[in-house]
């Protein structure tokens, strides 16, 4: 058998053993303790799909980091890359190029409002750091409210905002975050009963916050459109715009995170195209920009945030902004999305195959609590018992159950994405029905599992 890449199974797995034994003695992961890793080599991946050191077929049903929106290997993408690499490999920040000009132009025609104005930079972290600087000149005003349950990057302003435990070690109180609580239904703060009361009790619990904060204090509020890593938690009708009222109430800067929301993951160009009408002032992006070929984020800027620098110089940059490489991956990336239509099958999928296939899992299964999400967006919360909603593993943790449950999926062959308690069902934005329902099927098996922990 011959992988995607050309290479034999047994060429593969000699490739995975030198990979592997030289990731153990020189690659330093994040987020993990090092004596404790076992990572899967990847020797191959194309469209939905990956292979591991074994020559194992598993269904990408993570996008690796939620990325993938436009599949592994997508060959516009990879010649586009080689195209470039042939013409001009990268450039200096300060001189204009064509592929960084162009993706510009691309990015600026789908965003939301007049956002028109585009800083690019290596990734989702850093984009949140100078979205939150630039905010912070504008108003000069220093302090950020963000939600808990949120996650906005691992670098030190973005992991600050962040509102997960991740948070947690770097956090010593100097950084002028200040969180507080979104909404979210399932495990309401407010102790609502309905959508409409969520809404209405979370934006009063937001007004309170900034009241009590001090309005001049404060430069922005940054919320992701749709909370990803902490929950995929599809905010209420009326929240974003009962946001952007208080913004422009008190004069603050409204950035929304679109990192991994962005670029058709909700079926839609952005995520907050979902909130009719609501235009934030800066939208953070990454990840899905260019399905990250090459690194690539970015800061979408509205006029009045762009005019505060047209006199005044602003104080940051990046060696690699609007990198030749990553760019011109863009531009190909959002062509193919538009020309193949992936946002709308991403929309497609998840109203009439994906969501009612997680739903009718629920309705058999004993251990989810709910199933959220939209076009190929969507969390399964895991619980152990339905009418109490415990979780089948602790906040900022895991348990046996939740580590059975993944390893059954592999074995199987589903990649999944795991966090805490939550399967998040978030395949790249060009799966198609049949293997959306490949999907469902191991995973209705693996959820036998932790119908066992159930009570």
């Known amino acids: 058998m011959t992988l995607p890449n050309g290479l034999t199974q047994e060429q593969a797995r000699q490739e995975a053993a030198r990979a592997y034994e030289l990731d153990r003695l020189h690659v330093f992961h994040s987020w993990s303790a090092q004596q404790r890793l076992t990572p899967m080599t990847i020797t191959a991946a194309q469209g939905c799909y990956v292979w591991d050191g074994d020559g194992n077929r598993l269904l990408d049903f993570s996008s690796q980091m939620v990325n993938t929106n436009i599949g592994h290997q997508h060959p516009k993408v990879v010649a586009a890359v080689q195209e470039q690499a042939a013409k001009l490999c990268t450039v200096a920040p300060q001189h204009a190029n064509g592929a960084r000009s162009e993706a510009a132009r691309l990015i600026a025609e789908r965003t939301p409002g007049e956002l028109n104005r585009i800083f690019f930079t290596n990734g989702g972290a850093d984009a949140v750091e100078h979205a939150v600087r630039m905010a912070r000149l504008h108003t000069g005003r220093y302090k950020v409210l963000t939600r808990y349950r949120s996650y906005h990057g691992g670098t030190d302003t973005a992991i600050n905002l962040t509102g997960d435990p991740r948070r947690w070690p770097n956090d010593h109180g100097n950084s002028g975050a200040v969180h ?41 509020i940054v919320l992701e459109s749709v909370p990803g890593t902490a929950g ?36 839609k160009w952005f995520a907050i195209e979902h909130a009719d009408g609501v235009v934030p002032d800066l939208l953070t992006f990454a990840k899905g920009v260019n399905s990250g070929y090459v690194p690539l984020g970015g800061v979408a800027i509205g006029p009045a945030i762009a005019a505060t620098f047209d006199e005044r110089p602003y104080p940051g940059g990046l060696t690699y902004s609007g990198h030749p490489l990553a760019t011109a991956a863009a531009v190909a990336t959002i062509t193919a999305m538009r020309d193949e239509r992936i946002v709308e099958n991403a929309a497609d999928i998840g109203a009439r195959v994906l969501g009612p296939g997680l739903r009718e899992l629920a309705d058999r299964h004993p251990s989810i609590g709910e199933v959220r999400g939209l076009g190929v967006f969507w969390a399964l919360e895991l619980v152990r018992d339905k009418s109490t909603r415990e979780p089948l593993a602790p906040y900022g943790g895991t348990s046996p159950a939740m580590t059975e449950v993944t390893a059954a999926a592999r074995q199987a062959g589903l990649l999944l994405f795991v966090n805490f308690n939550r399967i998040h069902v978030v395949p790249p934005c060009t799966i198609d029905e049949a293997e959306v329902k490949e999907g469902l099927a191991i995973l209705d098996q693996a959820l036998t599992i932790a119908d066992r922990h159930t009570v």
């Open 180 to 220: 507080f609580f979104g909404p979210f239904l399932y495990r309401s703060q407010f102790h609502a009963t309905d959508e409409t009361e969520e809404t209405a009790r979370a934006l009063a619990h937001l007004e309170q916050t900034i009241l009590f904060e001090g309005p001049s204090t404060i430069a922005a």
């Open 232 to 267: 995929i938690m599809v905010p209420p009708p009326g929240y974003l715009a009962g946001v952007r009222e208080l913004c422009d109430r008190f004069g603050i800067v409204f950035i929304a995170d679109e990192v991994m929301a962005g670029f058709g993951r909700t079926g």
